[in-house]
C-alpha cells in the first residue's frame, strides 16, 4: 500500500484531489433533507450462492469475493436503470459497539455498516466502472448491535479464525448473502463515491433503512482481526468507517414515506 495509506481521510485529497469533490460518501441522512419519491421501483437481488469464492482480510476489511464474470449474481430494480454484478461484500466497524457504520442516520451511528458491491456491466470491466458516474451501485446494510443476534451471520464470523491477519484468504463457497437482509427493503438512495481512496464518485448508494441484528460478541469478532501481517506487531483492525463529507447539493430519496 502506498506510504501515505495510514494517514487518515483528512490527507487523502493530496493524492486523490476528488476526495474533497461535491459526491463524496459517506454522508448524513438526515428526514429533513430526504425527499420521498413514489417513482422509486422496489429492488431485488438474485444471487447465485455457487458465485461465493474466497474471504479475505486485506489489511482494511473482511471481503467476500464473488464470480462476476457474467450475469450470475445480480442487484437491479430500486434506482438503477439495469442489473448490477456482484462482485464483493466487506464491513466497516468500530472499536466499540457505540460507533462503526459510514453513514448516519438522524445522529444515529450504527455498530457497524456491510456494503454489497455491485458493477453495471454495460461497462467493459469493473475497472472501467470505476470511471463512470453509473458504474456502481452499493446496498449498504447497518449492523446494529442486540442481545438475540440473527444467525445468518455466523457463517462469515466462523471464518474470520482462519484470515486474522492482512493477506490471509480462504474459500468461501456456497454462499448467498441476501440471507443477510433484513425484512424490509425500504430504502434511501443518492449518487456518492467509494468511502476509501481513490473516492472515485461512481456509486449509486441504496441505503437500507432496517438494520440486521449482530451480538456484541460478534462485533468482537470482527474487531480480533488484524490490520498487520503475520509476524508483524498486532495492529487491530478497527474503526475503518470514513467520517461523513458534505452533502452540498444532493437530493436523498426515500422510497417509503
Ligand atoms: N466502502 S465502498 O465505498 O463500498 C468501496 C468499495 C470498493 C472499493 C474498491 O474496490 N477499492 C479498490 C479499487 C478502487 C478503484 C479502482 C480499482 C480498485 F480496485 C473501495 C471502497
Ligand atoms: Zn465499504
Redesign the pocket.
Known sequence: APHWSHLGPDHWYKNYPIAKGRRQ?PIEINNKDVHYDRSLLPWFASYDPGAAKTILNNGKTCRVVFDDSFDRSVLRGGPLPGVYRLR?L?F?WGSSDDHGS?HVVNGVRYAGEL?L?HWNPKYSN??DA?RRADGIA?LAIFLQVRKTPKPEMKRILEEINAIKTKGKEAPFTNFDPSILFPKSHDYWTYHG????P?C?EC?TWIVLREPIIVSSDQMAKLRSLSKNAENEPVLPLVDNWRPTQPRYFRMVSASFL
Open positions: 460518501s464483493q466487506h466497516h459510514e456494503h458491491l469493473y475497472l470505476v452499493v463515491s467509494f468511502t476509501t481513490p472515485e456509486i
